[in-house]
């Protein structure tokens, strides 16, 4: 595990992946409000967010990799596995973004327990992220075991609502079109917090 350390002392990288980590959260902020109040230009400016995170940390990647830059805390395998997650982060979060869209134009509506249930999923994805920047600033192991569990439980969490969310279109309850974009976008909030995970487990590797 990398050292703990003081706000003072944290060198480009840290700040870098600092950054990122409040982008992609942003970004999935934007995409749950454009997910509740229908809004196809927040989704645009969600999406515009992503594409920056991605070319800036593909960048910060290949930097690291050639020995421009580099961390006094963070091991390079750390710094590349981090990025890489962010990568995934943001192309997951692009992914449902378009699933929104489409429930937008195509006028699907969710029942009010899908909407529960899915900012249930957005709070935990927000919560997760936030402590994942916090984890970037500090390198606190404490963090790491408490994103560890966190995702760990709500993903236990979505695979219980995408089996009863199931179960109610077998039985009637829910119409397929409106069940099929509800459980993209339900299975792109599981990949986040995977991916999430992945980075928490290379600080906790990393040394």
């Known amino acids: 595990m990398a050292k703990v350390i003081q706000s003072h002392e944290l060198d480009f990288v840290c700040t870098s992946l600092d950054r990122f980590s409040h982008e ?3 970004m999935s902020e934007m995409a749950f409000e454009g997910l509740l109040m229908h809004k196809r230009r927040t989704l645009e400016e969600a999406r515009k967010i992503g594409v920056l ?8 990647m290949q930097d690291v990799l050639i020995g421009k830059e580099s961390s006094d805390v963070l091991s390079t395998a750390t710094v590349v596995e981090v990025t890489s997650e962010i990568q995934k ?10 699933n929104i869209r489409k429930k937008i134009e195509e006028g699907v509506l969710f029942s009010d327990k899908a909407v529960s ?11 997760c992220l936030k402590t994942s920047h916090d984890l970037f600033l500090t390198q606190n192991p404490v963090l790491v075991e408490h994103i560890l569990r966190q995702t760990e439980k709500y993903d ?3 695979r219980k609502y995408a ?6 279109l077998i039985r009637g309850v829910c119409l397929p079109k409106s069940s099929l974009i509800y459980l993209l976008v339900l299975e792109s909030l599981k990949d986040i917090l995977w991916y999430i995970r992945c980075i928490a487990k290379a600080f906790k590797d990393g040394k």
């Open 117 to 127: 249930e899915l900012k249930d999923i957005f709070g935990a994805v927000l919560n």
């Open 24 to 26: 992609t959260a942003r």
């Open 53 to 60: 995170v991605v070319l800036e940390s593909k960048q910060l």
């Open 89 to 98: 982060i943001a192309y997951s979060t692009d992914k449902m973004i378009n």
């Open 156 to 158: 236990e969490i979505s």
């Open 163 to 168: 089996e009863e969310h199931q179960d109610r």
